[in-house]
């Protein structure tokens, strides 16, 4: 096991809650498919400490996100939703 620092379960838990939030004030609803994929991910890292980076699609929005979740304590989860062309 490493000695460097974590990032606190807490400060995890809001960080989570406020990119849950800031999704749904988007329009992006819970039953959408792709915000599943992302609390699935913000769940894993908060329960079990485990860092995640990866692209999240919301086909629905024509948006692909990129999500960042560090352990760091220095840094915070990073979540940018750019507009995003699916074929079809």
């Known amino acids: 096991m490493s000695n460097r620092p974590i990032k606190p379960y807490i400060e995890r838990v809001e960080e989570s809650v406020y990119l849950l939030?800031?999704?749904?004030?988007?329009?992006?609803?819970?039953s959408h498919t792709g915000y599943s994929i992302?609390?699935?991910?913000?769940?894993?890292?908060?329960k079990e400490d485990k860092e995640w980076s990866g692209?999240?699609?919301?086909p629905m929005h024509y948006r692909r996100g990129k999500l960042t979740l560090s352990m760091s304590?220095?840094?915070?989860?990073k979540f940018h939703l750019k507009h995003f062309e699916f074929s079809q």
């Open 55 to 58: 692209d999240i699609d919301f």
């Open 21 to 30: 939030k800031q999704v749904q004030g988007l329009g992006i609803k819970p």
């Open 38 to 46: 992302l609390k699935e991910h913000l769940d894993e890292w908060v």
């Open 73 to 77: 304590p220095n840094t915070v989860a």
